[in-house]
């Protein structure tokens, strides 16, 4: 397979070192979500490829000394750290055509702070890492023993990956996992394989990295990440994507007692307290718009309270005409297209499925009249919703919020806690310590107090209850991909 004139993204994957085809020659198409239109192919990898991309970082991990040699991890780490800069602009175009990211999101959370930061931080934190630690001596049976522990990588890890962020999310997962010594195989979603098979290139072209520590594998199957996931090779699963699959890949994994962490979806409350400025808080919350709704951390429901309700929705309603959906390229739209025609389709279900429940849409509710080719939902706010109708209780990923009404503080904590997910969420209020307070009592792994910012390599990021398990980023995500070793030792026993 050579890579054609019109094709911008890389179709190979990457096993033990080599780019290659799939074995049995199968390509599968890459779509634009905003045109409908074929960009091009990329390997399509099964159960042969998948084989041979775990036998050869098993076996890296087992003959070489990546997991020991920290200093060279560093070296590696920062050849790919250049490499991602160097080809920002390349990712950047890519995440716009493959998955329709809104190019404004690209010079944040999309592009820029991952390239900045997910491969950086974990690599200069290696040397900061304390690997190895004494523990006090102990006495027993008359004898003295010393006592240390070490910390070691896990082994094989398997990285699956969803397609809203598909940068960020390999990124965040492959710059720990490698950092900490564990050897990798990233499966990219099969809506978005370019940003994965990119990173691979460079890792193949522009690192010292061993053959076989980092393999790349895209594909039409979901079964190809099923087959990571049962193999015995494969130490640990690193999993982004819905709570459903994660589900299922815990229950497939327990058997065999891997470990899995797992970084699921999302119903996150946006509360705002009576004393807050309302004029210039509520507009906000059409931030969840942002690349379609397509992220689990945006703030889903809108929470107010009961006596500033209509003008909440009138607020909420008007900020959400005004956001400019269409064409990814266009530095003014925040919304661009849902991924698929699937995936449009279930949006409008919910839709349909709020209204029928009672909601009340005060904005959007379907198709964009302007477009007839892209898979485009209107930003959506559906009024009159009580936390028991399901559009207030699942995951939708569209531009779709909730304005439920609470009659007090406690009554708000208890409705942001009402709910299966717990990834993130917002707390608004005039008094910053009133605020603060509240967010203590809300059952959630992060949080926008006031609208400060949580993000980065260094800040621990994963889910409460069916978000997720685990953490990545920062000081607990080095420990997310680690085994701790806890030795006793003596000088030495003699005869007498
Ligand atoms: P998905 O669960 O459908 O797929 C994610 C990945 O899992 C894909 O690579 C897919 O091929 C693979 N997969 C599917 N079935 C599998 C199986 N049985 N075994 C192993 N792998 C399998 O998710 P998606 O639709 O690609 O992504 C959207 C979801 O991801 C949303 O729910 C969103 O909230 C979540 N998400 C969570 C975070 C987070 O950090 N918590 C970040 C981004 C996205």
């Known amino acids: 397979m050579s890579i054609g004139s019109t094709q911008i993204g890389d179709p190979r994957l990457l096993i033990d070192g080599k780019l290659v085809d799939a074995e049995s020659g199968r390509t599968f198409d890459n779509v634009d979500p905003a045109t409908e239109e074929v960009l091009g192919v990329t390997a399509d990898a099964g159960t042969a490829d998948t084989e041979q991309a775990i036998a050869a970082a098993r076996r890296a991990f087992d003959e070489t000394t990546w997991s020991t040699d920290h200093q060279f991890r560093r070296e590696c780490l920062l050849q790919l750290q250049q490499a991602l800069e160097d080809e920002r602009e390349e990712f950047r175009a890519e995440v716009v055509a493959e998955a329709g990211a809104p190019i404004m999101t690209t010079y944040a959370a999309q592009i820029d702070w991952p390239i900045d930061d997910a491969v950086r931080w974990p690599a200069e934190y290696i040397s900061e890492f304390a690997w190895d630690r004494d523990i006090p001596d102990s006495e027993a049976f008359g004898m003295l023993s010393h006592r240390a522990v070490w910390k070691e990588a896990v082994g094989v890890v398997a990285a699956i990956t969803p397609w809203n962020f598909p940068v960020e999310v390999a990124l965040g997962k492959i710059g720990t996992a490698l950092a900490t010594g564990n050897t990798v195989i990233l499966k990219a979603a099969p809506d978005t394989p370019w940003s994965a098979t990119r990173i691979g290139r460079l890792v193949a072209e522009r690192t010292d990295i061993p053959a076989g520590v980092f393999n790349v594998l895209t594909s039409s199957d979901h079964g190809v990440g ?271």
């Open 226 to 496: 099923e087959q990571l996931v049962v193999d015995r090779r494969v130490d640990m699963i690193s999993f982004t994507g819905s709570t459903a699959t994660g589900a299922r890949i815990a229950s497939i994994a327990a058997p065999r007692m891997a470990r899995t962490f797992l970084e699921l979806g999302g119903k996150s409350a946006m509360i705002v307290l009576d004393d807050a400025d309302f004029e210039s808080v509520v507009p906000g919350a059409s931030l969840m718009c942002m690349h379609a709704g397509q992220g689990c951390a945006l703030q889903t429901r809108l929470l107010v309270p009961r006596h500033r309700y209509d003008e909440s929705v009138e607020l909420v309603t008007q900020a959400f005409r005004d956001i400019g959906v269409g064409d990814p390229n266009d530095a003014g739209n925040m919304g661009g297209p849902l991924i698929s025609a699937k995936q449009r389709d279930k949006v409008l279900g919910y839709i349909e499925q709020g209204r029928a429940e009672g909601g009340r849409v005060t904005t959007g509710g379907g198709r964009p009249a302007a477009y007839d080719r892209g898979f485009y939902v209107e930003p959506t706010v559906f009024a009159d919703v009580t936390n028991d109708m399901t559009v207030a209780r699942e995951e939708i990923f569209g531009p779709v919020i909730a304005v439920i009404a609470f009659d007090d503080d406690d009554d708000a904590v208890r409705l942001a806690n009402d709910n299966d997910y717990g990834l993130s969420g917002g707390v608004f209020a005039g008094d910053r310590d009133r605020a603060l307070a509240v967010s203590r009592r809300i059952r959630t792994g992060s949080l926008m107090v006031n609208g400060g910012m949580f993000y980065g390599a260094d800040a621990p990021y994963g889910g409460y209850k069916a978000s997720g398990t685990g953490r990545q980023n920062g000081p607990e995500g080095f420990e997310q991909h680690l085994q701790t070793k806890t030795v006793g030792y003596t000088d030495g026993l003699d005869d007498d």
